[in-house]
């Protein structure tokens, strides 16, 4: 699975962005897609968990962005969103999207794969 991440951009403080990631690959991986993830990279910092969201819809939004930010995904269209609003400075940071895919592996089993986005650039400014 290769996954495509843009929305990225520039910034005011309080505003929103919407990021979105395509994934792309064989229809077998496709289907195997199973939770996808959004990450950020803070400069100077370690990636971070930002949202997730299982294939049936189950979300997971990290503390320091709930209330505001939102993750979302199509299936049909193998996309996953990520709405981001009331943006603050601290928010800033590279986004990374991943994706858990199960597929068999050489040896015949079942193995979950994790595939990563190229990442997007998101910069808020005060």
């Known amino acids: 699975v290769q996954l495509q991440a843009f929305g990225g951009g520039l910034v005011q403080a309080g505003g929103s962005l919407r990021l979105s990631c395509v994934a792309s690959g064989s229809i077998r991986s496709l289907n195997g897609i199973n939770a996808m993830e959004w990450y950020r990279q803070a400069p100077g910092k370690q990636r971070g968990l930002v949202a997730e969201i299982t294939r049936n819809g189950e979300t997971n939004h990290a503390d320091s962005v709930k209330g505001r930010f939102t993750v979302s995904r199509d299936n049909a269209k193998n996309t996953v969103y990520l709405q981001m609003n009331s943006l603050r400075p601290e928010d800033t940071g590279v986004y990374y999207c991943?994706?858990?895919?199960?597929?068999?592996?050489?040896?015949?089993?079942?193995?979950?794969?994790?595939?990563w986005g190229q990442g997007t650039l998101v910069t808020v400014s005060s």
């Open positions: 991943a994706a858990d895919v199960t597929m068999l592996n050489s040896a015949g089993e079942w193995e979950v794969f994790r595939s």
